[in-house]
């Protein structure tokens, strides 16, 4: 048998498929198994395990540094942070071997699995983390431990070692704030891995990761980031709602500080700090809830990057001067003239003047754009794709010439998911999602059966297309079942765009009338809570009349047994023309549906992002906004194709 990858099984079944409409149904049930079991390599157990078949990986690659776990004491208790100097040369320090644990360290702990390095300094109250690099150890974050009342620990009383092994390492720290409360917690550095985990012990209520960085963003699987701009928040502190993960930005481009959680119901405080251009986000805070933390660092030259867009940007095209460190979905977020934001992925291109390669998200298809990057859907109309990068990973943007959608403002960029060609030791935001939560949770908080496109039937236009071709060959007689599948087909995709609409439109009168019973029980939240109706009215005042306007699927019934009756078997000199007439009529009813339908996700995930920025401007809305974030991800499940829910 050949030595096949996953990917080119996958891709050899899809083609089977293509030219056998006799066992289609058979093979495109294998390909979903396929793509599940890619979905389950790529994207849920650990990095490297499934690196060599299931990723595509070059066999000669090799990692950039050692996964050796390794514990030193320093001998001397030191005042300042330790210097990357220090950190490589290990002078007069102690190696501490596995299995040996002291219950204390004369110096101070240090502890390195090649990847990362954490140092635990008796005169500091953090816990400091650094990137290992080739170059030498570089500090990026601090741990700090708080009591659930937000008081901070002010000095460490005592590092013991409380886990030593060949796969993982972890020091137990006790902590005293400056009014005397005890707190206590478990630091665990594995083999290979780029995190901390945090496991709290007696007193910690939360975990702060100092991390600072002008952007913070809350990935969001299943529409729009929340991209925040340090720059533009006046407030000294601020709530922001996550799902399960918060972005540190920092440095000047090669580190990402990742929090990882366990507990999404719950928002994260944010700390700020500075003036002007050089304000920054310090800090974040997250709650245990007696649940673990993890703290990630993602160290490589140019991990993220950002440029500010203008209004009058629109239309051209703009060179990032920025280079992809490694191939991956990259996610870029684009600010709106609004203060929204637009989450894009960037577009590959393999070989120069060759077509580009939309990574598939989550499981799903692939999609391939032609060198112009033309694109069509049901609510941007035509457009040129705005980001994308050149065969040597060079990134560009073209910012939108539309109406709805002005970039003005910062565009970030960052790596999000793998793809078949990343390297072995490159992390992305979903590796580090599934090595700390696991498979369980992160297939749960991905949602991934809610994140699958939804095909049934077939589009209008194809409809009309397929059986224009059958009546100007004059075979319609001889391919009497091919004309009624066709119908049927488009029966199918009309009736189920129409419960999508059926589905939105009722999510948004439900929708307003929790919010309308909100603003009466919270009359101090008035303004802001009509604000969030605000974008729902839409659905109220265009859509659903829009909609009643709109033939229905009985209709589209009648109107097929009318074809079948009338048209199927006829083949008289008008034939076709009958069967245009009847193509148009169809093509009318889905075209309209179809524009509504896009428009409808569009106000939904508005809705959603905008209840998750409110609540940075005021904490009170916290417990609205995790409602509404909770019912619009539920619309938003199993989109149809027309709703482009990826761009």
Not at 549 to 554: A, E, L, S
Request: glycine share 6%; net charge neutral; charged share 25%.
């Amino acid at each position: 048998m050949p030595d096949y990858s996953l990917y080119q099984l996958k891709a050899a079944l899809k083609t089977s498929c293509e030219r056998n409409d006799s066992v289609k149904t058979q093979c495109f049930a294998k390909t979903e198994i396929v793509s599940r079991i890619i979905f389950l390599l790529a994207t849920v157990l650990p990095v490297g395990w499934y690196a060599g078949t299931a990723m595509g990986a070059d066999a000669e690659s090799k990692p950039r540094t050692q996964n050796t776990i390794a514990v030193w004491d320093t001998g001397l208790r030191s005042s300042e942070p330790l210097t990357p100097a220090m950190l490589t040369a290990k002078q007069d320090w102690s190696r501490i071997s596995a299995p040996e644990t002291p219950s204390s360290f004369k110096g101070d702990a240090v502890v390195s699995n090649g990847r990362i390095a954490a140092v635990v300094r008796h005169q500091s109250p953090a816990v400091e983390v650094y990137a290992e690099r080739p170059e030498g150890p570089i500090a990026v974050l601090r741990l700090v431990l708080m009591t659930r009342s937000g008081e901070p620990a002010s000095r460490i009383e005592l590092v013991s070692l409380a886990e030593n092994t060949k796969a993982l390492v972890c020091l137990e720290v006790s902590c005293k704030t400056e009014q005397g409360a005890s707190l206590a917690a478990k630091f665990r550095i594995k083999r290979g891995e780029v995190f901390v985990e945090t496991a709290p012990g007696a007193g910690a209520g939360r975990l702060r990761t100092e991390c600072p960085a002008r952007f913070v963003i809350l990935p969001d699987f299943f529409a729009d980031d929340i991209l925040i701009d340090a720059t533009r928040i006046p407030v000294s502190a601020m709530e922001a709602p996550s799902d399960n993960f918060v972005l540190h930005l920092t440095g000047s481009g090669d580190n990402i500080g990742m929090c990882a959680f366990e507990n999404r119901q719950q928002d994260v405080k944010l700390t700020l700090a500075g003036q002007g251009e050089e304000r920054r986000i310090a800090g974040s805070e997250i709650e245990f809830e007696g649940k673990n933390i993890w703290v990630a660092v993602l160290n490589a030259p140019h991990v993220w990057h950002y440029l500010d867009l203008k209004i009058d940007d629109a239309g051209s095209i703009i060179p990032l001067q920025w280079t992809m460190p490694f191939p991956a979905q990259w996610r870029v977020d684009f600010t709106r003239k609004d203060s929204l934001t637009d989450s894009w992925e960037m577009l590959l291109q393999e070989k120069k003047n060759g077509k580009y390669l939309k990574p598939s998200w989550l499981g799903g298809r692939e999609e391939t754009l032609q060198q112009n990057r033309w694109r069509w859907n049901t609510f941007l109309d035509e457009f040129s794709y705005p980001c994308w990068s050149d065969h040597e990973r060079r990134g560009y943007v073209q910012p939108l010439i539309k109406h709805a959608f002005q970039f003005q403002g910062p565009a970030v960029v960052y790596p999000v998911n793998r793809v078949k060609q990343t390297p072995l030791d490159a992390y992305t935001v979903v590796d580090v999602m599934r090595n700390t939560l696991g498979v369980g949770p992160c297939e749960h908080i991905l949602d991934v059966e809610g994140q699958k496109t939804v095909y049934q039937g077939r589009p209008t236009c194809g409809v009309q297309g397929l059986l224009e071709e059958i009546y100007r060959a004059k075979q319609q007689k001889e391919r009497r079942a091919d004309v009624d599948k066709h119908l049927n087909d488009g029966l199918a995709f009309v009736t189920h765009i129409r419960q999508r609409i059926t589905r939105y439109i009722e999510f948004g009168e439900k929708m307003r009338k929790y919010l309308a019973a909100q603003r009466k029980e919270h009359p101090e939240l008035s303004d802001r809570i009509a604000e969030l109706d605000k974008i729902l009215e839409r659905i109220d005042t265009y859509i659903a009349p829009q909609t009643n306007k709109i033939q229905k699927p009985t209709f589209v019934a009648d109107l097929n047994e009318d074809f079948r009756k009338k048209i199927m078997d006829y083949d008289g000199p008008d034939a076709l023309e009958r069967c245009q007439q009847y193509g148009k009529v169809l093509t009318d009813i889905g075209g309209r549906q179809d524009e509504l339908v896009g428009e409808c996700r569009w106000i939904v995930r508005t809705l959603r992002q905008q209840a998750g920025i409110m609540v940075s401007v005021d904490p009170r809305l916290a417990p609205i906004a995790n409602e509404i974030r909770a019912r619009t991800q539920e619309a938003l499940r199993n989109p149809s194709g027309y709703e482009w829910s990826r761009h």
